[in-house]
């Protein structure tokens, strides 16, 4: 037999099988990870047929035999395999780039290693008691059997928490032929979960038990998607846990999407506590080594239910029931790097195929998802209550214009820190949202204009202080991470009339220690969550109330579930407003409308104070009403007018390049290939509204010049010949420049 391999290098002239003969008494199965020679070297592969000898043109003598397989069993499902090959042709890459979604890139590169522990357990007819009696000169060994003596295996690394070094004493009672040291491989557990209690259900409320009544007859039949659409506090959550645990009962798996890590960790421990070792947790700030053990505990059937970002999608869950993606609407589930995929609709597609009912979710769903809703390619399910009928927080929106007016020149108005004041003497908690980090956004010369720019990008740096006033400085580019000091003078003009304006959350943060310098804040953005874990370290802070005020941007905007929050702050409602992107209008009701829904989830009720200098908006104004119908319509009706997504399609092939005029080259070149493609078809030109080719919004990021041909098309089968043609003509990749094609993108910058 022969095995048709695909080996793991991306690059055109090896992206099609090759053909391995499979060596006398060895085991290869389709999905196996295999060591095959190519050339003069060794790569790893993946087995994506086997089929007879007679079906190869070459001669037996030609095949080369497979080096080893890598693993016991095969990494890659038949599904994933399926899934992976779409996707292949959907982004137009070759099927090895997809492949690599599919399993954990330590295991790829063999960087990673079983982790095996030492255990112990007492040798067979032992007395432990009697035999520790004996030892009266070496009270370890003693203490060691007595620990052991239930009969039970004890790791060693535990052991040693009880008695102090104890691996000498061991050795001297294996030795004695009283204990058995074993080595055993073990699965290392992302940080905290094993501490996790566990919980039962509490009682359901109507809602949510009309709710599940819609969804659970399609999830026992196995097939169906579901909008699911509650308000913020309605117990979407609970939900979920109950569709999983009967995906259980039913012998199936689950996994969860999450668009943040910072909601990973409450996420997990709601899972973890209903579902204990049966929960497995991928993420990208897990390390290598927890990562794989994960992935692996999916694949070998220990762990049925996965909680996980975007990526989770891919895990290799068996006879898989149930996917739930929790706050669809954001844009996190767009992969912005190659092969650039949507998770929902890998999702969708990955459900339709293994015969999974999938559940997106969210208090603010995404235009296109509630308009497919509305279309029926979703049945919509509805939960307009808080639970318990908890009323929703109170909102106030001010006017900052007439703060500035009255002579207050701070960020926070008077009536948020009078809230303030009141919300912290009575002991509850405040959480504070401004969608900008750093101290100010960004440096300026008052006399000749001069903004400090990054070198790589085509973006301002923001002022970064650490520990007050009198703390360095410096000046960073949010895209690049490219860091620089501040200037003394305009490097322009020389004068000494450098300024700096607007205001990030550290600036809060300090603006906070000023006017309640006793009060322990949480500030969570970028810079305060790259370790590992950071999340959850301040997250359990803030929750365990020792900080009463949490500082953040979006990252704090959705999912959290803090009882004693009863007042949030939204610093600057109108910030993503003026955003050159068609979205910015729903983006800025759904941060507002979701860090609202932060306040009041308990038994106290909550307060929002909305500080903004466009306080008749009107999607300020829906925002501040919680009223998602109103808003919909709104902006159904001026994407309508303007003939915006869902009504069309913008679609985009973008250019990057080190060299400007290679990008733009290749710009002109790909423009000048389509209108040609248009003229010659004049059904997919007939569906054409614009076409262009133009310098991308930021026009370089880390150090890449970028040049877009941007289209927009009427969404209609008969455009579906010219997306292929885009992307077919993203595979142009030359030597000095790259090209994506994008549908629909996650930004257009």
């Known amino acids: 037999m022969v095995a048709q391999v695909i080996v793991d290098v991306v690059h055109t002239n090896v992206a099609k099988p090759f053909s391995y003969r499979i060596p006398d008494g060895m085991e290869v199965c389709v999905g196996l990870r295999v060591l095959v020679p190519l050339g003069r070297r060794q790569v790893d592969g993946f087995v994506v047929d086997i ?8 001669p037996p003598e030609k095949l080369r035999p497979i080096a080893k397989a ?31 979604l599919m399993l954990p890139a330590a295991m790829r590169t063999g960087r990673i290693q079983l982790k095996q522990e030492q255990f112990a357990k007492l040798a067979d007819c032992v007395d432990a008691l009697a035999e520790a009696d004996k030892q009266r000169r070496a009270p370890k060994r003693a203490t060691l059997l007595r620990l052991l003596s239930d009969g039970a295996e004890k790791s060693v690394n535990e052991l040693a928490q009880l008695v102090n070094d104890p691996r000498e004493a061991l050795k001297a009672l294996e030795k004695a032929g009283l204990v058995q040291l074993i080595r055993r491989v073990v699965f290392r557990a992302p940080d905290g979960v094993e501490s996790i209690e566990r919980t039962v259900a509490p009682p359901l409320t109507g809602d949510q038990l009309d709710a ?21 506090g309605s117990g979407k959550t609970e939900v979920y846990l109950s569709m999983v645990e009967q995906t259980l009962r039913m012998g199936k798996g689950a996994i969860i999407l999450v668009p943040e890590i910072a909601l990973t960790p409450q996420m997990v421990r709601w899972f973890c506590s209903r579902f204990g070792p049966e929960t497995a ?16 505990r999916i694949r070998l059937g220990h762990a049925r239910v996965v909680v996980g970002a975007r990526s989770a999608i891919f895990a290799p869950v068996e006879n898989l029931g149930l996917i739930v993606i929790d706050e669809e609407h954001e844009q996190t589930y767009l992969s912005d790097k190659h092969p650039r995929y ?60 007439r703060e500035l007016e009255s002579g207050n020149r701070s960020i926070f108005s008077r009536l948020l820190i009078e809230k303030l004041t009141e919300c912290l003497g009575n002991g509850q908690q405040a959480m504070l949202f401004l969608n900008r980090r750093g101290f100010n956004t960004f440096v300026s010369c008052r006399q ?29 580019c949010h895209m690049c991470g490219n860091v620089q000091a501040p200037p003394d003078v305009c490097p322009e003009c020389g004068s000494k009339y450098i300024r700096y304006f607007g205001s990030g959350t550290q600036r809060v943060e300090e603006e906070m220690h000023k006017l309640f310098p006793h009060i322990q804040t949480v500030r969570m953005d970028i810079d305060t969550t790259r370790e590992r874990d950071a999340h959850a370290k301040l997250l359990s802070k ?25 007042l949030v702050g939204v610093v600057a409602a109108d910030m993503t407003l003026n955003l050159p992107d068609y979205r910015a209008q729903e983006r ?65 092939l973008l250019v990057e390049s080190e060299r400007e005029n290679d990008a733009k080259l290749m710009c002109e070149q790909l423009y000048s290939t389509v209108q040609t493609y248009l003229l010659s078809h004049p059904p997919q030109k007939k569906r054409t509204l614009m076409i262009r080719a133009d310098e991308a919004p930021v026009k370089r990021i880390r150090g890449q010049y970028r040049y877009h041909v941007l289209l927009k098309v009427f969404d209609h089968p008969d455009i579906a010949p010219l997306l292929a043609l885009l992307s077919e003509l993203s595979a142009m990749t030359s030597e000095t420049c790259r090209v994506y094609c994008e549908v629909n993108p996650a930004t257009m910058m």
């Open 70 to 100: 890598l693993d016991d069993y095969p990494a890659l499902l038949p599904q994933l395999l399926e899934l992976a090959e779409e996707l292949s042709l959907e982004c137009h890459c070759p099927l090895s780039e997809t492949l690599r």
């Open 342 to 401: 949507d998770a929902r609709r890998v999702a969708v597609s990955r459900a339709s195929r293994e015969g999974a009912c999938v559940v997106l979710s969210s208090a603010t769903p995404s235009i296109l998802s509630f308009a497919m809703a509305r279309r029926g390619d979703y049945t919509l399910v509805e939960m307009p209550r808080r639970v318990n009928d908890r009323p929703m927080p109170q909102v106030t929106i001010v006017d900052m214009r």
């Open 542 to 566: 803030f929750g365990s109330g020792e900080a009463k005020v949490l500082i953040g941007t979006q990252m704090i905007a959705k999912g959290l579930d803090f009882p004693k929050v009863t």
């Open 212 to 232: 599940l009544d819609t969804m659970l007859p399609a999830l026992k039949a196995g097939k169906g998607a579901f909008l699911l659409h509650g308000v913020t």
């Open 51 to 58: 089929v007879d000898e007679s079906q190869i043109d070459l």
């Open 448 to 476: 000749c204009g001069y903004v400090v720019k990054c070198s790589q990008c085509d973006l301002s740096m923001t002022l970064h202080r650490e520990h007050g006033e009198d703390g360095p400085q410096e000046l960073r």
């Open 588 to 652: 800025t009701f759904q941060l507002i409308t979701q860090v609202a829904g932060r306040a009041g989830r308990a038994q106290q009720p909550g307060e929002v104070i909305v500080q903004t200098y466009k306080p008749d908006n009107p999607c300020i104004e829906a925002a501040a009403a919680q009223d998602y119908r109103a808003f919909f319509e709104m902006e159904f009706s001026r994407r309508r007018a303007g003939l915006y997504p869902p009504f069309t399609l913008l679609a985009r």
């Open 281 to 296: 947790v991928l993420h990208s700030r897990l390390t290598d080594g927890q990562r794989y053990d994960e992935w692996r």
